[in-house]
C-alpha cells in the first residue's frame, strides 16, 4: 500500500506509544475470524489527517468475546467503524476470515459479519418474528422470500437468545432489555463468524447491562461465534471476557482481563483524581 509522506508522518507520530500485545494460549485447529496488521486508524480531511490510534495488531478467535473499552472520544466507535468497512483504514491491513476487508463486497461482507447499533430502529412496528427474520436478508431472493433453512436459522436464534414468548409482539411494546436481545438474536440469524456490537448495554439498568453480557458470552461459547463490542461497563467486561482492547491516550493495548490488569492497562484509563482502579476486587472505586 503506498502513503503520503503526510500519513507517513502522523502514523510515525504514535509509533512510540505503549502498546502491548498479548495473545492468548489458542489450540492450533481454532480458527481466527480477524486479524489486524500494524492498523492505522482515523480521518482524512482535505488538508490534514488525523490519526486516532496506530499500531492495532488484533488476533480474534472463533468463540471469543471480546470488550472494547476506553474513555469517551477515545476512538472506539472509529475502530468498530474501520473494523466494518465503515470507514476506510488510513494505514495497514484488516483481515475477515481469511481474506482482506476491502476486497469484499457489500453482499459478501453481510455473509460474514453483522452488526448491532445503538441507534433507534426504523422498524419497530414489526413484531419480533419479523425482526429477526431480517438476519436472513443476505441470503433470500430478491422478495425476501425465506426458504426452509431461513426459517431454522431464525427459529434457532429466537430459542438461543430466549425470547420465544416476545415473537408475537410488535417491537415497540418491548422495555429497552428486550429490544437488545432481539436485535441480538436478529445478528445470531444472519449466522455469521463475526458479530460487533457498539454498546449493547446503553439505557439499561444494573441488572439488565450484566444480563445481556452474560448472554453474549454464553451465545459465544455455545455458537463459537466471535462477538466483539464496545462497552463502559468495564468491571463487568472485565469479569466476562476472554480478551479486552483497552484504548488510552498512551496507545493500545490487547490481551487477557488477567494479564491487562497486571500491566495497569486499567490504571491509565482515567484520571485519577477522582477515580482509582483497585486491582484486588478488579473494579473502580471513587478515591474518598
Not at 475477515?96 to 426504523?122: F, M, P
Not at 419497530?124 to 425482526?131: C, F, M, S, Y
Amino acid at each position: 500500500m503506498v502513503i503520503s509522506s503526510k500519513t507517513k508522518d502522523a502514523i510515525l507520530a504514535l509509533k512510540n506509544q505503549k502498546t502491548i500485545t498479548i495473545d492468548s494460549l489458542n489450540p492450533e485447529n481454532q480458527n481466527i475470524v480477524l486479524k489486524t496488521e500494524d492498523l492505522s486508524i482515523g480521518y482524512r480531511h482535505k488538508n490534514n489527517l488525523e490519526v486516532v490510534a496506530a499500531d492495532i495488531n488484533l488476533k480474534l478467535y472463533e468463540g471469543e468475546l471480546v470488550g472494547l473499552v476506553g474513555a469517551n472520544g477515545i476512538g472506539k466507535s472509529t475502530l468498530l467503524r474501520t473494523l466494518s468497512k465503515v470507514q476506510p483504514a488510513l494505514h495497514g491491513d484488516i483481515y475477515l476470515s481469511d481474506k482482506e476487508l476491502k476486497t469484499y463486497k457489500t453482499s459478501e461482507l453481510a455473509s460474514q459479519l453483522s452488526i448491532v447499533l445503538t441507534e433507534q430502529i426504523a422498524t419497530k412496528n414489526l413484531t419480533v418474528q419479523e425482526l429477526v427474520a431480517l438476519g436472513r436478508q443476505p441470503y433470500t431472493n430478491w422478495v425476501g422470500k425465506l426458504a426452509e433453512e431461513d426459517i431454522e436459522k431464525v427459529r434457532k436464534a429466537i430459542e438461543v437468545t430466549h425470547i420465544t414468548e416476545l415473537v408475537e409482539r410488535r417491537c415497540y411494546e418491548l422495555s429497552d432489555g428486550q429490544l437488545q436481545k432481539v436485535l441480538i438474536a436478529r445478528a445470531i440469524a444472519q449466522d455469521t463468524p463475526f458479530i460487533m456490537l457498539d454498546e449493547p448495554t446503553t439505557h439499561l439498568d444494573v441488572y439488565h447491562k450484566a444480563y445481556i453480557l452474560k448472554l453474549l458470552k454464553r451465545l459465544a461459547f455455545e455458537t463459537q461465534k466471535t462477538i466483539l463490542f464496545s462497552t463502559h461497563e468495564i468491571d463487568f467486561a472485565i469479569q466476562l471476557c476472554d480478551k479486552m482492547i483497552v484504548m488510552n491516550e498512551d496507545g493500545f493495548e490487547f490481551g487477557r482481563p488477567k494479564e491487562l490488569i497486571q500491566c495497569r492497562a486499567f490504571s491509565s484509563l482515567f484520571p485519577e483524581d477522582l477515580i482509582i482502579f483497585d486491582e484486588a476486587t478488579k473494579s473502580y472505586r471513587v478515591r474518598s
